[in-house]
């Protein structure tokens, strides 16, 4: 994994094209930039430079701890003169007279969260001297390859041109309202006032016919609808022939003439010539009375507005998309890896099985094999509780009784020179979690102590009452006194895959399990260490205020041939199992714990078996079945047509676990023992004497 890790992409393929700045780019001296020369950065960095050369919209990129500056062809026009000098330098540097305003929302961006402004204000200096300008931007964090933030991402558009345009507007529109009450008091309208403004305004008496119309809104209704209107005429009246058209008028100008005040988006247009979208403000018209005498709107086409906002959604979607990418195939190679260890150990031991071996050498292969299953069904859980895709069962756990009962378990996960010590707080609250992922954390953290102290040394467990204004918890620690970490590693030990144990030694997901169990639980977590002092893992567990349940009575299980001869021949098992290779090998199993067996490849098959009379005495079945009929499906069937039947099943798949769990159907998860097998069996099959 390392080797995969540090290896670095030489290519420059990311810097070709991008117009001007890519080209300056590619000739550009990076001696003094803090970014360095780009046959040194990262792939995450050279995934956004890429992407924004590309576009063509305006956007930006500062990373590392002094957040060195790049941006494409259409954000050098936003620059002004400080282009092409930005280029590679401090974001500081650059922006420092807008600093006050920006830095906020940077350090957010740095901490994690994405922020949006819209016609932000700022005062900027880009010509030689300070000028009022307006943006609407958003800020979104950019993680390395190890899914740190190492910087944020930019897309842009001023909007300065716009935000006067409507400032004058509205200057205009408080004018105009009041000029206007005065003006249709007496019937008269002020068309001077009216008509040398690009704003579309009409006014309108309760029988849609227009008071009022200006030149730019009577040009844009013959552009959209192919009709001129002129005061007087009824705008229902113009539009007779387009009923669709004519009712869209009509539904908006009703409630402004009912007297209704509001602001509304629409889309108006004929489809065959141009569709807009305009932003209409409506307003009732009222003589000096106060009576309502008719409406008056203003309107602005919105359609560029709008079309850039998608623009800049379609730009952040690119960027998460890139990034979700470059994570998946993080994800991808660490669980090959790991996987490709497994198979290497079982087809190695295979291959030795085939040749001559004395008894000490075939022990030693089976062992072998026997682990490698075990870490292949460790790996697939804690991927599983990683991904969110294992459900939790959270119950209320007596923790000193949990911890106590493990310590056999732990004794054989350790070797005999690492020493256990347990301390715990009398009176200890139980806590609320799922039962066996609080196994699994505290034995992946045991095992990482135990690695942390190859001499050997003490592992320590403590747990202690921990009452706040936040709630109750339980604090956990797990503490070694092995060599410690330093800070960068320490920063990265909850990632997935990070690992700094050998190849083969470690998958890297230990502690990522424990960190989804921690948040899925409601907790928390975290990590102290420096080199040289050890290392301590807490866990702050919630409290419960449930009694714990009672400790289970330990299960005496005899084996599989022992309870074979006590019962005498074990009965007759429907197999269903699509996969061959799994049916043939099932089959030896269940004849070799005394089982006669007959095989169906899918449910289906296994009830026209049952039609047929044959004497059955239960059923083994896999969930996950082809042919639209799952093993559970068969066992709602046979609870349907043969209710004294029973059903065991079996599943690898943890999503199919819940639903049969809660149906109450014996189950036996994959890879299973053969004597936990042969003791699923037994308890649903009535022995026949022999």
Partial sequence: ?????????????????????????????????????????????????????????PM???????????????????????????????????????????????????????????????VMNRRGFDEQTWFTFSYSPVRDESGKIAGMFCAVAETTGRVLAERELRDLNETLERRVAVALAERKIFADLIERTDTFVQVADPDFRWLA??????????????????????????????PEHQAAVRAVWSRALGGEEFTEIGEFGDPARERRVYEMKFNSLRDREGNRIGAYQFVQDVTQRLH???????????????????????????????????????????????????????????????????????????????????????????????????????????RGDVNVETVFDQGLWPVEVDAGELELTILNLCVNARDAMPEGGTVRITAENEPGADGDFVRLAVSDTGAGMPPEVVARVFEPFFTTKDVGKGSGLGLAQVYGFANQSAGSVDIKSEPGHGTTVILRLPRSWRPPAAAPEPIQAAPAREVWKQNGRRGHVLLVEDDKQVAALTGEILDSIGFEVTHAPSAGAALDVLARGLNIDVVFSDIMMPGGMSGLDLVRELRRTRPDLPVVLTTGYEGAAGPVEREGVALIRKPYEIEALSIALAAQVKPTQS
């Fill in 1 to 57: 994994m390392r080797e995969r890790l540090g290896t670095v992409n030489r290519t420059l393929d990311f810097l070709n094209g991008g117009g001007s700045v890519g080209a300056l780019m590619r000739a550009h001296d990076w001696s003094n930039s803090p970014l360095g020369s780009p046959e040194t950065w990262p792939q995450s960095l050279r995934s956004v430079v890429g992407l924004l050369l590309q576009s063509r919209f």
């Fill in 308 to 414: 850039d906002q998608e623009r800049l959604r379609e730009a952040e979607d690119v960027m998460r998309q890139a990034q979700k990418m470059e994570s998946l195939g993080q994800l991808t190679g660490g669980v090959a890896h790991d996987f490709n260890n497994l198979l290497a150990v079982i087809s190695a031991g295979l291959q030795m099985l085939r040749r001559p071996a004395d008894a000490a050498r075939r022990q030693r292969i089976f062992d072998g094999m026997s682990h490698a299953v075990e870490r292949g069904a460790r790996l697939t859980r804690q991927l599983l509780a990683f991904s969110r895709r294992r459900p939790l069962n959270p119950e209320s756990v007596d923790l000193m009784r949990q911890i106590e009962a493990m310590r056999e378990m732990l004794s054989g996960s350790l």
């Fill in 213 to 242: 119309i200006n030149k730019a809104s009577a040009d844009e209704f013959e552009r959209l609808f192919g009709v001129r209107p002129r005061v007087g005429d009824s705008m229902l009246d113009l539009l007779v022939d387009q």
């Fill in 60 to 122: 930006f990129v500062a990373w590392g701890k002094e957040l060195g500056f790049l941006y494409n062809d259409p954000y050098a026009e936003i620059l002004g003169a400080k282009h092409p000098r930005a280029l590679g330098i401090r974001f500081y540097d650059i922006w420092a007279e807008i600093w006050s305003d920006i830095s906020p929302l940077i350090d957010a961006a740095l901490a994690g969260e994405a922020s949006y402004r819209e016609d932000l204000p700022l």
